[in-house]
């Protein structure tokens, strides 16, 4: 299929732009570099340096059969911060991007969206009909534009599947998570296996989990890209489809702090800090739906897989 991948030069972006590449697709990566790098965009994509509010030119020229849409703001503490940045790149963004697709008549997308469209769950395992409330803005801005696809569905005959990540963690094809800004756990404590930062601060130990720390579904970044190869081409026109992507176990922060002790073999000291505000005690994903309809069951489960692939990764850098 010739498709395109908005977002291609970021993290989860490069590594389904070269599991598509594998799979023999035809890639052109529209990406804005904002936050993105233009060499982790795989040889064998062209890349189309542009904004989505300008994307309407590139989808013309390129005619894709379809989009699989990554580009987006995605830090949560920024979002309540600056809440316009998340109007206008995610919602604002993928309005024009969709108004782009109809234009050029390409109706297939496979979005990604986040568990954060859930917010604090009532029950977990978290399913897909659990009720949507964001405690933050990147959630709601996530949730509005699942809200879109679902309507351009219903009125465009759109086949639009959003996939709602949890924890991605590891590496694939050479690439690897590298923000300037860097908020998530397990790059942080490498960083700190690495000598580039003094200790990781643990965000409250006082939760009501059996260690006190925080529980979280942590999904390895080629299980989640090959749910995109499937999620591909299984929406009919019309359909909007909506899945989990998790790994159904959740591990606690200190079970992360040991596997990357255990990865790396540095003691990684630890500091004890105050809660971060908004952080759910326990998020995990049912992810049956997307077994049951696409046969996608995670493979690389183990945190210390994750861990190890990711801290090759940073290594290499
Ligand atoms: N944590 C620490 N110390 C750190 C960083 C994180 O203790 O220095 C803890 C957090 O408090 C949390 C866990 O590690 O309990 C995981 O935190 P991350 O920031 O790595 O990931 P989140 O669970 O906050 O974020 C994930 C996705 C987001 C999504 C969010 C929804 O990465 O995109 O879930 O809640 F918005």
Request: charge should be negative.
């Amino acid at each position: 299929m010739r498709v395109l991948v908005t977002g291609g030069a970021g993290y989860i972006g490069s590594v389904v732009t070269a599991a598509l590449l594998e799979g023999g697709h035809e890639v052109t990566v529209l990406d804005d570099l904002s936050t993105g790098h233009e060499d982790a965009v795989p040889e064998g994509a062209t890349l189309v340096r542009a904004s989505l509010h300008d994307s309407a030119p590139v989808l013309a020229d390129v005619r894709p059969e379809a989009v699989l849409h990554f580009a987006a703001k995605s830090l949560v503490g920024q979002s309540q911060e600056s809440p316009e940045l998340y109007w206008e790149n995610n919602v604002g963004g993928s309005l024009a991007l969709l108004e782009a697709m109809r234009a050029a008549d390409c109706r297939r997308i496979v979005f990604s969206s986040t568990a954060a469209t859930y917010g604090e769950p009532e029950e977990v395992p978290i399913l897909e009909t659990a009720p949507t409330r964001p405690t933050n803005t990147y959630g709601a801005s996530k949730l509005a534009v699942d809200a879109m696809l679902t309507s351009y569905a219903v009125a465009y005959d759109f086949a639009a599947v959003s996939l709602r990540y949890f924890n991605v963690g590891g590496a694939a094809y050479g690439r690897g998570e590298r923000h300037a800004t860097e908020t998530h756990l397990i790059p942080i404590a490498l960083q700190v296996a690495a000598g580039t930062r003094e200790a990781l601060t643990v965000y409250g130990q006082d939760y009501p989990t059996p260690d006190g720390t925080c529980i979280r579904d942590y999904v390895h970044v080629t299980d989640l890209a090959a749910a995109h190869l499937l999620a591909l081409p299984a929406p009919a026109p019309g359909e909007h489809r909506i899945y989990n992507l998790g790994s159904g176990s959740g591990f606690s922060v200190q079970e992360m702090v040991d596997a990357v002790r255990t990865v790396t073999g540095h003691p990684l000291p630890v500091v004890v800090g105050p809660r971060r505000a908004g952080d759910p005690a326990r998020l995990v994903a049912s992810s049956e739906l997307i077994h049951a309809d696409l046969g996608w069951a995670p493979e690389h489960t183990a945190l210390t897989e994750i861990v190890a692939d990711a801290w090759e990764f940073a290594q290499q850098r």
